[in-house]
């Protein structure tokens, strides 16, 4: 199959800019890009949305706003969204914390060697906030913007209030299906395993799928790991049989897309089965004496741009590959490589599941002989993703979907860094991974094993110091 230049032009124009707005979506954008503050506040609690639910969560979606616009050091709509959302999260009516709040963010920009002291004064006020101030998804919405500010010791405290608050609401007498769910997930990230035992035995509310997904994290958290077998796997298809196949008794390499710290590539190329997050080709990959040449599975978060890309070019790397892992639910197979789609429900606290840590899970599932994994950093280092993926991604970005990372920035932008705590939780993320680790069920090479024996908040602490003065 011959490259078609002009073809594979026409889908970088398309997926450039992806996901894209359009309708009542674009112009929402843009009418609330523009009004002033008291007016977003009034359109979005009175017309647009009418649950306090989805108010809260919506605040998240302007502390990321703020934050890029606070990288673009513009002050005045840097302060304008920081005041959108803190009015929808109630916290306007506390404005000596919602002035602590705009006055940190405005001395940072003005200042930014000024962070570290400003930090401890958010932190401080934030511990001195009441806990009965707001339910759990208050405190946790108010944990995300504060992570996306930077603040991430504060960030902290707000959501160890919104874990005990869960708990308590998720214990009452009658509480609803998501209260308990809220309950369980919490003391799972906490590793108290007799509640969650106490909480599944005595409760009615919780559905079918969602109590098996519970049960299932209590067994990896008991230390071990999902037995399926080849006769159970076969209802979920082809796809999945065959996974099971290449992984269940095997021994299985995971290499995430961070750095290397260490010479790695023989022990993971001599794995029966390397597995890879986004693996964007050899010719992207660092020097296989670090992270080894092989890939035998990649997962990819979708496969839009990609599977329209396979039918047009030979530049491609499917080839290279035995099974992709998807997200989404079209599995038709990527030229002659087979899909797996994710369809899993997984107990992480009030959060998506980053890809390295949803793939780390499906192998987990199918109960390989060993599982290890590397090029993990967990978020904490500037630097997300090794400079050859970051190569990658400085020219190719959109043909995993990923159009807005890097662009042609030297240095990976702050503002991605906080912004991203906004679409992933990363002490969720971190915490869940921890416990999995805990229970045996896998091996990670000694850097990442220095950052999984951090405590949660030693964890935090690594990200606030990782930011440093911005």
Not at 61 to 89: P, S
Not at 388 to 399: H, I, L, P
Not at 423 to 436: E, G, K, M, R
């Amino acid at each position: 199959m011959s490259s078609n230049s002009k073809a594979i032009g026409k889908h970088k124009k398309k997926y450039d800019k992806w996901p894209p707005q359009r309708g009542f979506l674009e112009a929402k954008s843009n009418l609330l890009s523009h009004l002033p503050a008291s007016v977003v506040v009034w359109v979005l609690k009175n017309i647009l949305i009418k649950s306090q639910y989805v108010l809260k969560r919506e605040s998240t979606k302007f502390f990321e706003l703020c934050i890029r616009a606070y990288d673009a050091k513009k002050t005045r709509k840097t302060d304008r969204l920081l005041v959108i959302a803190l009015n929808l999260l109630n916290l306007n009516c506390l404005d000596h914390y919602a002035n602590i709040l705009r006055d940190a963010v405005n001395s940072t920009l003005d200042n930014p060697k000024s962070r570290d002291a400003i930090s401890d004064s958010v932190l401080l006020a934030t511990k001195n906030l009441e806990s009965s101030r707001f339910d759990g998804s208050g405190w946790y919405q108010l944990s995300r913007g504060l992570f996306c500010l930077g603040f991430f010791r504060a960030a902290w405290v707000a959501r160890e209030n919104s874990l005990d608050l869960s708990i308590a609401e998720g214990s009452n007498l009658g509480s609803s299906a998501t209260s308990v769910s809220r309950a369980v997930e919490a003391h799972l990230e906490r590793f108290d395993l007799d509640s969650v035992r106490r909480v599944l035995n005595g409760n009615t509310a919780l559905q079918p799928k969602t109590l098996n997904s519970f049960r299932e994290a209590l067994r990896w958290l008991e230390g071990k790991a999902t037995i399926d077998s080849a006769d159970e796997v076969t209802k979920y298809g082809v796809a999945k049989v065959f996974f099971y196949k290449l992984v269940n008794g095997k021994k299985v390499v995971l290499v995430g897309p961070g750095s290397a710290h260490g010479e790695h590539g023989a022990e993971i190329d001599s794995a029966d089965i390397v597995a890879r997050i986004k693996y964007p080709g050899r010719e992207y990959l660092l020097d296989e004496k670090l992270l080894g040449k092989r890939c035998d599975i990649s997962q990819y978060p979708g496969l839009e741009p990609l599977r329209e890309l396979a039918k047009v070019s030979s530049y491609e790397f499917f080839d290279d590959l035995r099974l992709i892992v998807a997200g989404g639910i079209d599995s038709r197979s990527v030229r002659n490589t087979p899909v797996f789609c994710e369809d899993q429900d997984l107990p992480i606290y009030r959060t998506t599941v980053t890809s390295g840590l949803r793939l780390l899970i499906s192998l987990i599932r199918l109960s390989p002989s060993s599982l290890k994994i590397f090029g993990f950093n967990f978020y904490s280092e500037r630097e997300p993703y090794n400079f050859a993926m970051k190569s990658f991604y400085e020219q190719n970005a959109w043909k995993m979907g990923d159009g807005y990372l890097f662009g042609t920035r030297a240095e990976y932008p702050k503002d991605e860094i906080t912004s991203s705590f906004g679409a992933h939780d990363p002490v969720s993320n971190f915490c869940f991974a921890q416990n999995l680790y805990k229970a045996g069920l896998f091996d990670i090479e000694p850097y990442g094993k220095s950052i999984l024996e951090l405590t949660p908040y030693q964890y935090v602490e690594r990200l606030e110091e990782m930011l440093g003065d911005w």
